[in-house]
């Protein structure tokens, strides 16, 4: 692509813009496409398929130039990639105002998204890619502990010791389960057709040992789980015919779920395909390999459902793998839940999410005070500080150091106020960025993952995510973002992000008081709004004011 380069954010407490908030926004654009941060930073391309940071490098070149010298009281208009003006604005006001990817309900595909691309006029944001907060594979990481934290919460005294999960996909995002059972203290079976597939997580010490053949992975769990100690084992093989062998033998598992990628049948191995035949049979023949995929899949999602009927906790992991078996006739397919309904919504009602954040310093040191600050503001949450402790041993920063951890109404303004605090103090050596994914509380209309089964029917109602960014561009935050089609695709997602800066003057406190109440708060709305009963609580615990329940 032309003008392609390598790009690296800025280190260290000198500006090279005119204010912190804008030099922010010009260091988390150039970190989002850092080698160590981006997927294809020649290509502009962030992670999530497509998702970018930039349309074109003259778009990227226009952006840095115009944030280096934007003013405190203006604001850089960026469409879907693209800064095409800057306003005069005032100081609480956003420095960048940031939409991406969106189109009219009737045009919302994939088909007419690439048509307007090819002719230069729109790109792909996903959901932290366009709006400069991606902070590498620890994002992944942690929802996924959170989500098995929650599973252990609901269903096994609040830890996985004990218990076998067994899931199949050690790809990008699902590579990220064994270490997440293990980090909640459980054995994971992880399935792969991919020999690579299970090195690689080997080598990144995301997954501990590989199993020789079914037995063996069997013997390897349950002596584990005997001696409730944490161990991931990899199995090579297919999922859709290991998974019904593993029902017909009664093997001891007590939590089922599935990676593989099947939202795409093309790229699910179908049973009796072996893996080296894989890609050439899906290019030759797709059509046929479709039908078989699916076929296979609805053997996979037959057996979950056996697992579940044996008493197993089952759930859907967002691959839209229920979807494909139904299509292939099975009618049981919906029988287990999708992740967000069933351990994910009673967090979001307490207004919890993603909360992350990055030095702008560069320094690693910064982020361990930070984690240290946060172990002392919560110290009665275990499974906040289990993951703070691991994630502090295992992760590995990819580009500006950041961490990420779950948090909820009230602990956000609290965490976001003694950063600033930290900064002010020189605790800190540079000022930080504090923001979110969008997969969020109140931030997302996404019918097939986020928002799926809402208790009123209220799943496609998108004036939420408007909301949500009206409220953060009221509040104060540094940048805001618009985007559709993050996470699921064209036409099926609505949802908007904020970064706040803590540079540790009194200004930035008061907005990020306002921000990350107000933000989180969106959340706890609309879940009141929907009629869930812990919002409700959370509303009122908070002084969150619903006029609808007053008078
Ligand atoms: P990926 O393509 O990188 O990895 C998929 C893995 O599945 C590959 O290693 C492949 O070898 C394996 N596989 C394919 N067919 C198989 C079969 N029949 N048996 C055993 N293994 C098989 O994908 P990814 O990025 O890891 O994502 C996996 C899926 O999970 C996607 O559908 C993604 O959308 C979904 N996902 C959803 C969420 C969410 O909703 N929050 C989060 C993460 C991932």
């Known amino acids: 692509m032309s003008g392609a380069r390598p790009v690296r954010a800025p280190r260290g407490s000198e500006l090279t813009a005119l204010g912190w908030p804008q030099e922010a926004a010009l260091r988390m654009l150039q970190n989002n496409l850092d080698p160590e941060v981006a997927e294809h930073p020649d290509k502009l391309v962030v992670y999530g398929g497509t998702g970018k940071a930039a349309r074109d490098w003259r778009s990227f070149d226009a952006m840095v130039r115009t944030l280096r010298n934007l003013k405190q009281d203006e604001t850089m208009l960026v469409q879907s990639g693209r800064p095409v003006g800057v306003m005069q604005t005032h100081e609480w006001a956003p420095r960048v105002l940031i939409a991406n990817s969106n189109l009219v309900g009737d045009w919302a595909n994939w088909e007419e998204f690439r048509r307007l691309e090819q002719l230069g006029l729109t790109m792909y944001g ?79 010490r995301y997954l501990d040992v590989r199993a020789d053949s079914l037995q063996h992975a069997l013997a390897l769990a349950t002596e584990a789980r005997e001696a409730r100690r944490p161990l991931s084992i990899g199995l090579l093989g297919n999922a859709a015919d290991l998974l019904p062998r593993m029902l017909a033998e009664g093997a001891p598992i007590d939590i089922v779920t599935d990676q593989t990628s099947a939202h795409d049948p093309l790229a699910y191995l179908p049973a009796g395909v072996d893996f080296a035949d894989m890609a050439a049979y899906a290019q030759e023949k797709p059509a046929d390999f479709t039908t078989r995929a699916r076929e296979s899949m609805a053997t996979h999602v037959e057996a979950m459902v056996g697992f579940q009927d044996a008493g197993a906790e089952v759930f859907d992991y967002g691959n839209s793998i229920r979807g494909e078996a139904q299509l292939a006739g099975y009618a049981r397919a919906f029988d287990f839940p999708g992740f967000v309904p069933a351990y994910i919504r009673p967090l979001f009602c307490e207004g919890k999410g993603p909360f992350r954040w990055a030095a702008l310093s560069g320094d690693p040191a910064d982020i361990h005070r930070t984690d240290r600050a946060v172990l002392d503001l919560f110290p009665e949450n275990e499974s906040l500080a289990r993951w703070m402790r691991m994630a502090a041993e295992r992760v590995h920063f990819q580009g500006l150091p950041a961490r990420i951890c779950w948090l909820g109404q009230g602990e956000r303004a609290l965490a976001g106020e003694r950063f600033n605090a930290m900064v002010a103090s020189g605790e800190l050596s540079a000022p930080v960025v504090i923001g979110r994914d969008h997969l969020d509380t109140g931030s997302v209309a996404s019918p ?20 949500n960014a009206l409220v953060n561009t009221a509040s104060g935050a540094s940048w805001v973002s618009i985007h559709h089609g993050g996470g699921v695709g064209m036409g099926r997602s609505l949802h908007a992000g904020q970064v706040s ?16 109440t107000n933000d989180p708060g969106m959340g706890v709305v609309r879940h009141v709004d929907a009629g869930y009963e ?3 609580r959370t509303a009122a615990d908070q002084g969150i004011r619903i006029p609808m329940r007053e008078g």
């Not at 989500?147 to 252990?152: C, I």
């Not at 792969?192 to 990144?204: F, K, L, Q, V, Y």
């Not at 097939?448 to 909301?467: K, V």
Request: aromatic share 6%; charged share 20%.
């Open 126 to 204: 996903q959901m932290t890619a366009g709006s400069w907060i991606y902070i590498g594979t620890q994002g992944i990481l942690q929802g996924t502990y959170e989500t098995f934290a929650a599973v252990a919460a609901k269903r096994f005294g609040g830890t996985l010791a004990g218990t076998i999960t067994l899931t199949a996909g050690l790809g990008g995002m699902g590579g990220a389960q064994p270490l997440a059972v293990t980090m909640n203290d459980g054995v994971a079976i992880c399935i792969d057709c991919d020999p690579r597939a299970i090195e690689r997580r080997i080598e990144h």
């Open 448 to 467: 097939y993952r986020e928002t799926e089964s809402m208790l009123d029917g209220s799943d496609a109602i998108a004036d939420w995510p408007l909301l």
């Open 501 to 516: 800066v803590a540079d540790g003057t009194p200004l930035a406190g008061e907005k990020i008081r306002r921000v990350l």
């Open 534 to 536: 812990i919002a409700e």
